[in-house]
């Protein structure tokens, strides 16, 4: 059964820090590009960032520098570290494993900024 469990959202201030983790089950982790797309209220889902198998990243404009994205092929888990966070950084964190022939979602997590 795949599985992707998203955890360690929740409500911080700004300039705070959380940490994002997805573990994952049923899949050949180290096969899957793994991404972190986040939506906010009214708007589209947006990719936050990604990592590919070999380890190369990319990341939206708007976290370049405060965001940072990893995998743990060991423990087939992938992390979103966020720093500095702002409140437009407010939204549902969903974690993403892309292969060759699926798309695959985990349920989400909320992450909220706010004082």
């Known amino acids: 059964q795949v599985q992707l469990v998203e955890s360690g959202g929740g409500l911080v201030q700004p300039g705070g820090s959380l940490r994002l983790s997805c573990a994952t089950s049923?899949?050949?982790?180290?096969?899957?590009?793994m991404g972190w797309y986040r939506q906010a209220p009214g708007k589209q889902r947006e990719l936050v960032a990604a990592?590919?198998?070999?380890?190369?990243?990319n990341y939206v404009d708007s976290v370049k520098g405060r965001f940072t994205i990893s995998r743990d092929n060991a423990k087939n888990t992938v992390y979103l570290q966020m720093n500095s966070l702002k409140p437009e950084d407010t939204a549902v964190y969903y974690c993403?494993?892309?292969?060759?022939?699926?798309?695959?979602w985990g349920q989400g997590t909320q992450v909220t900024v706010s004082s």
């Open positions: 049923g899949i050949i982790f180290r096969l899957y590009t």
């Open positions: 993403n494993a892309r292969g060759l022939s699926e798309d695959l």
């Open positions: 990592i590919t198998p070999g380890g190369r990243t």
